[in-house]
């Protein structure tokens, strides 16, 4: 008998499912069939798919396992209806499993490995919009892995995708590096607080490399949504946008948003600000993606990597230097 409880949700919060999974953040010993152990000693599994091969194939071995364990699988409706969301019948077929994490599929950049020097991870549907962003960009130095199975941990699958790709920067033990965590759910919520140490132990147990992971989403909030729909869509664009854009466009969000004192309040107020606008039609965006983009991400992100350099930046507005820790 098949142990299946199907509840639907408009709102999933998925860092508590993820928080109430029991496995530890401890690299473990990846012999004798880790992953099957894994899922015996652990309470429950927490998924987020994006493929249907791989949704049809998690459904099939929490059938035929002779053990049972609690599936939660949080996916959005919109991928039923998502075009670039299909699989081929081989996907189904005999001979194929269920993919913990599923590892870049452009063959183009898993044939140059080397030429990689920024490894993305992700989840769920967000993986289709980034991969349409890079396609449209042309960029063949980025790789993007979806983590499927997020509790229990995949920490073997992990190590080998970060061994895959030798010239990722991974930071230095303080700084942050090009390995980097994308969710669209805000800081505070997601698997971001959940996956963040795992990552890090695989990086240091597995690789012997002290990893500072990158975090690119939304900032910490009380709500997973602002309730305005103009704003949530130019979040969202923004998120996918800052993945792949260089330090200068980065510092140009930054120094109009120093510039016009937005260091806090709603992004409705100023997004309507004169500086914001201008730099948005210099940019060939909305306001309100500029004013996203410059406080909710390119703050985090551009400080993170002046930090790096022990550089400071300047506030014109009132001449002074911030230094950045």
Known sequence: MMCCLEVFYASVPFEQLCDSDDDEDDIPNFENDFGRNQVQKA????????????????????????????????????????????????????????????????????ANPDEVDRLVFCS????????????????????????????PFPFDRVKTMMEMFPNVDMGDGVHPGNVIWCQEEPKNMGAWSYVRPRFV???????????????????AAASPATGYPKLHNAEQEALVKVLFVSDAVLKRWWDTT???????????????????????????????????IALSLAKSLFVQRLSASGAAIVNESAGNGIPVS
């Open 124 to 151: 769920g549907k967000l993986y289709y919009e980034l991969v349409a962003e890079r396609e449209q960009l042309g960029l063949k130095n980025v790789a993007i892995v979806t983590l499927e199975q997020i509790a």
């Open 43 to 110: 309470n429950w599994q927490v998924m987020n798919i994006s493929t249907p091969a791989n949704y049809f194939h998690a459904l099939r071995r929490q059938q035929h396992r002779d053990f049972r364990k609690p599936l939660v699988i949080a996916s959005p409706k919109n991928l039923f209806r998502l075009r670039q969301c299909v699989s081929p019948l081989a996907d189904m077929g005999p001979g194929v499993r269920f993919k913990r994490l599923i590892p870049e599929r452009d063959p183009e950049i898993t």
């Open 258 to 292: 120093m510039r016009a004192g937005l260091s806090s309040g709603p992004t409705r107020c100023w997004a309507t600000k004169p500086e914001v606008k201008a730099v948005a039609a210099n940019s060939g965006v909305s306001s309100e993606l500029s004013a996203c």
């Open 201 to 219: 132990t695989t990086a240091r147990e597995g690789l012997d490399k002290d990893m500072v992971m990158r975090y690119v989403g939304r900032r």
